[in-house]
């Protein structure tokens, strides 16, 4: 049976933030719930470092070493948001190579075995590093550099990234406006942190209708999520026949972290994960997560394992029934222009 695989590495603990929001202790909670678990049984690996080219594949040499160099000097403030240190360059090299190494156990490595389901448990997170700018705690697009490594070393065609982070994946969602080659989806509260994510933008020239922004409002729950989920990104899943389905997966959407006002709980993460790797099962495509947000170190690690738990099992979990919420009624409509399987 084809193992579940799990990538990490030390370098994480090394992006020294001192107190910021997002800092090394996410990491050292997260690995404490898995080990409490015994990692849930997944095959646990260290992480490659991305190479210049899988990261320059998404990123401009100008972008790579600008992150490098800050690090090399002994880090700074890139913004009022995101700062590095000595260890941080290496350790977003690291992260982006999670990325890359779940897209290879999923597509099959070098021993040509191709995992269950692959996980990505690294910082920093990536999903608002533009193209040519890092920000929001990000140094590179993460999840973006795992998508095009897909298409570039393995010949995907179609890549299915789902964000729910509570915070708009700006950068995924800039660096593919205007492909049709990955369907970005993203649930997001709005307004919020970074201000982007409109429902109207649904991306231009080839990549129009292939962004899917799906903004909500601050206090929304486990209902208005789920409900996205089954209502909106698994029938666009089934349009859309991606050969591959990376979720962008944050967890400051839950009740209790300080950064958002969402009302998601641990069942809620829990629910998603459920759904989403049933929309895996139907299709018969590989399953990769890479961890972006969560501040709230109990309801990050908590979720996160609940995460991994449904997506990793031996069996399909059992998937909630899913009432249609008004928000995502209207969300139908408005697709449903590119997207006729929504009428």
């Known amino acids: 049976m084809a193992v ?3 990538f990490r590495h030390p370098s994480s603990l090394a992006h020294d933030t001192g107190s910021h929001p997002e800092n090394a202790r996410r990491i050292v909670a997260i690995e404490r719930a898995l080990s409490e678990r015994d990692w849930l049984g997944w095959d646990v690996r260290l992480s490659p470092a991305a190479t210049r080219a899988q990261v320059g594949a998404v990123h ?21 948001d995101t700062l590095v240190s000595p260890g941080s360059y290496e350790a977003a090299l690291h992260a982006a190579g999670g990325a890359v190494a779940v897209v290879d156990a999923l ?14 448990l690294h910082r920093p997170p990536g999903h608002h590093a533009e193209r040519a700018q890092a920000m929001g705690f990000c140094l590179f697009a993460n999840v973006a550099i795992g998508a095009q490594h897909a298409i570039d070393a393995h010949g995907v065609q179609r890549v299915l ?8 994946g700006n950068g995924t969602n800039a660096i593919f406006h205007e492909r049709d080659d990955v369907l970005f989806c993203s649930i997001h509260q709005s307004p919020l942190y970074p201000g982007t994510g409109p429902a109207s933008d649904v991306g231009r020239g080839a990549g129009k209708g292939f962004t899917v922004n799906l903004p909500v409002p601050g206090g929304s729950g486990d209902a208005v999520f789920l409900s996205h989920v089954e209502h909106v990104v698994r029938p666009l899943a089934r349009a859309y026949a991606p ?17 958002a006002g969402c009302r998601v709980t641990d069942a809620g993460f829990a629910g998603m994960a459920a759904l989403m790797r049933a929309c895996a099962d139907e299709l018969e495509i590989p399953l990769g997560l890479v961890l972006e947000g969560g501040y709230e170190l109990g309801a ?16 399909a979990p059992a998937v909630p029934g899913v ?3 008004p928000l995502v009624l209207s969300a139908r409509e ?6 006729p399987a929504l009428v």
């Open 243 to 259: 050969d591959l389905l990376l979720l962008s997966a944050g967890y400051d959407a839950h009740a209790d972290d300080p950064l």
């Open 300 to 315: 990050l690690s908590r979720s996160l394992v609940a995460t991994l738990e449904a997506i990793g099992a031996a069996d």
């Open 323 to 325: 009432k249609m919420d």
């Open 107 to 120: 597509l099959g490595g070098d021993d040509g075995e191709a995992a269950r389901c692959a996980a990505s």
């Open 60 to 80: 401009p040499p100008e972008h790579i070493d600008r992150i490098e160099s800050l690090c090399g000097r002994g880090g700074g403030m890139i913004d009022m």
């Open 161 to 168: 990234v789902f964000d729910w982070d509570v915070h708009h």
């Open 4 to 6: 579940s695989v799990l």
């Open 334 to 339: 408005r697709l449903a222009a590119y997207w």
